[in-house]
């Protein structure tokens, strides 16, 4: 179960994070990964090495998600390196925490340009550009499901990619295309602890009966299966993946 062997998947954002846990484990199930970067290289040819150092095939590819030539590019790069793409993990995302009152016009337009911009360019290019019978896995978050003061232009970004999926699985689901969204929760990410005192990790991690945040790889795994053959009748779906928040 989950052998991704001969699976070629593109993951954006993946050069940390989540995003580099999911590249990681992808790996280590066979499956050949590009490592898509917006500006840390360093991090992602390190993501590289520790795929490759497990008897795995990665490349690092640079790319914006929001510039539409960037994405063109990247596409371009995946699939002369491996002959095709089979899966996309929309993975790359900011956020940026302050209430609507606080947030200011390049605040908005950086976290729609990137969160929801960056996946509708991806989305557009799988449209002909992903394999038949292939899986896109896009990235939505567990705070929608909340009301949390200072998150209101990140859920916001978050809903908009969870409406594309749903949409678009229905305008790819003709070529064997399944489409779903994850939506983690409060995850032990450089994203998302930066900036929180103890006491506010410690009230987010209290909100599920585990009473922890969730590690990466809790994340990565749910990535993996969905990636994989057995996952194919999921579609269309928004999977929370935290520990029972919400």
């Keep these: 179960m989950n052998n991704l062997s001969e699976k070629v998947v593109l993951v954006t954002g993946a050069s940390k994070g989540i995003g580099a846990e999911v590249a990681k484990k992808l790996g280590e199930a066979n499956a050949k990964v590009i490592v898509n970067y917006a500006g840390s290289k360093a991090e992602a040819d390190d993501v590289v090495s520790s795929i490759k150092e497990k008897g795995g095939e990665a490349i690092a590819v640079q790319a ?25 993990v929309n993975n790359a995302g900011i956020m940026i925490t302050k209430t609507i009152q606080e947030t200011t016009d390049e605040e908005f337009d950086r976290q729609f340009n990137i969160n929801v911009k ?26 929608n499901r909340l009301m949390l003061p200072g998150y209101a232009t990140y859920v916001a970004t978050k809903s908009a990619v969870e409406q594309l999926t749903r949409v678009f699985s229905r305008e790819v689901g003709n070529r064997g295309i399944n489409v779903n969204s994850v939506s983690p929760g409060p995850t032990a990410t450089a994203l998302f602890l930066n900036g929180k005192p103890k006491e506010v990790i410690d009230r987010l991690a ?17 990535v993996v299966f969905l990636a994989s053959n057995e ?13 029972g928040m919400a």
């Excluded at 992903?130 to 705070?143: A, Q």
């Excluded at 209290?206 to 749910?222: K, M, Y």
């Excluded at 999921?234 to 999977?239: C, F, G, L, P």
């Design 64 to 88: 914006d998600v929001s510039k539409t030539a960037d994405v063109q590019s990247l596409f371009d790069q995946a699939i002369a390196h491996f002959g095709r793409i089979d899966v996309l």
């Design 118 to 143: 960056g996946v509708f360019n991806t989305l557009r290019e799988a449209a002909t550009r992903l394999d038949d019978n292939g899986t896109i896995i896009n990235f939505s978050t567990s705070v």
């Design 206 to 222: 209290s909100l599920n009966p585990f009473g922890r945040i969730a590690e990466t790889d809790d994340i990565a795994n749910v």
């Design 231 to 243: 996952a194919k009748w999921i579609n269309a779906q928004n999977i929370g993946v935290n520990g």
